[in-house]
């Protein structure tokens, strides 16, 4: 019974794992695609250069990973609910 358990545990595990990965790739894509309306010509000298084109990555990776978490977070306390009663 414990194996049964052990194999239950770290396939719960993986799937988290998964639903993580896709979800926060989902977020990058989509801070990605709203930071394309973003005029980086303000605050950038050379916006379509390749440093300007890393900045705007990077933007979109940091604001994608701070919506993802938030989502992640939020599902995992929603599926705490039921402990309470």
Same mark, same amino acid.
């Given at each position: 019974m414990d194996s049964n358990f052990?194999? @239950?545990?770290?396939? #719960?595990l993986g799937?988290?794992?998964?639903? %993580?990965?896709i979800? #926060? !790739? $989902?977020c $990058?894509g989509? #801070?990605?695609? *709203?930071? @394309?309306?973003? /005029?980086?010509?303000? +605050?950038?000298?050379?916006? /379509? %250069?390749a @440093?300007? &084109?890393?900045?705007?990555?990077?933007?979109a $990776?940091i604001?994608?990973h701070?919506? *993802?978490r +938030?989502l992640?977070d939020? !599902?995992n306390? #929603? @599926?705490?609910i &039921?402990?309470?009663?």
């Open positions: 052990g194999n @239950q545990l770290v396939g #719960s799937v988290n794992g998964l639903i %993580s990965i979800v #926060s !790739l $989902i $990058i989509l #801070s990605w695609w *709203a930071l @394309q309306n973003l /005029k980086l010509d303000l +605050f950038i000298r050379f916006p /379509k %250069s @440093q300007g &084109k890393l900045l705007h990555l990077l933007l $990776i604001l994608g701070f919506v *993802a +938030f992640l939020y !599902l306390w #929603s @599926q705490m &039921k402990y309470m009663f």
